[in-house]
Every structure is written in C-alpha cells, then in structure tokens.
C-alpha cells in the first residue's frame, strides 16, 4: 500500500508561487498514475492535476491549466505542483493520490493530511 504525505503548503501572495510535494512510501510508486486534488472550505474535494506513471502526459482541470504544473520523480517517489500566479480562488487544502489509468481523475488511494494553501490577494 502506498503512503502519501504532501507537504510545502503555506500563505502566498496573489501572482506568487509555491511549490507542493507529495512523498510516497513503498516501491511500487513508479507503478502508478499520480494526481492533486483540493479542497476549499464548505466544497467538495476537486481534481487539479494528474500525471502518467513515467510523466509522459500531464493532464490539468481548466481552472489551473496554465498556471500550475504538475510533474514526478520516480527515484525520489515524489509528486510535485508547481503553483504560478496563484488567486485566491486557489486557496483550499491540496491533497495527493493515485489516480486511475483511463481517464486519470478518479482517485483511489488513502488520503494523507493534505497540506493547506492559502493565497491572499
């Protein structure tokens, strides 16, 4: 079973950037397609980003397509979303998983903590 932690969250100015990380345990990472989602208060949890299991194709909600960029590194098991000109609408608690292989929206891992991202305008 693989474990994720996000971390790299924080307070950012409107037009900023941040970078987010999610680290996976286990060795079958590299196995798996990978993807953020968030969650702002009072919503549900959205999909923002996805990633093939050797990074070839990338895949973006179109809220973010354009400002945010999401890539991995396998030797590391990490996951990364790079956040540019971030907007207030931005702000939610970001949270990695494993996606399917079809359609690469729908998570299907555990959950970790998530990590909260807030943008001030």
């Known amino acids: 079973q693989v474990q994720l932690v996000e971390s790299g969250g924080g307070l950012v100015q409107a037009g900023g950037s941040l970078r987010l990380s999610c680290a996976a345990s286990?060795?079958?990472?590299?196995?798996?397609?990978m993807g953020w989602f968030r969650q702002a208060p009072g919503k549900e949890r959205d999909f923002v980003a996805a990633?093939?299991?050797?990074?070839?194709?990338?895949f973006y909600a179109g809220s973010v397509k354009g400002r945010f960029t999401i890539s991995r590194d396998n030797a590391k098991n990490t996951v990364y979303l790079q956040m540019n000109i971030p907007k207030p609408e931005d702000t939610a608690v970001y949270y990695c998983?494993?996606?399917?292989?079809?359609?690469?929206?729908?998570?299907?891992?555990?959950w970790g903590q998530g990590t909260q991202v807030t943008v001030s305008s």
């Open positions: 998983n494993i996606v399917d292989s079809a359609y690469y929206r729908d998570p299907f891992g555990s």
């Open positions: 286990g060795r079958t990472f590299s196995c798996y397609a």
């Open positions: 990633i093939t299991w050797n990074g070839g194709r990338t």
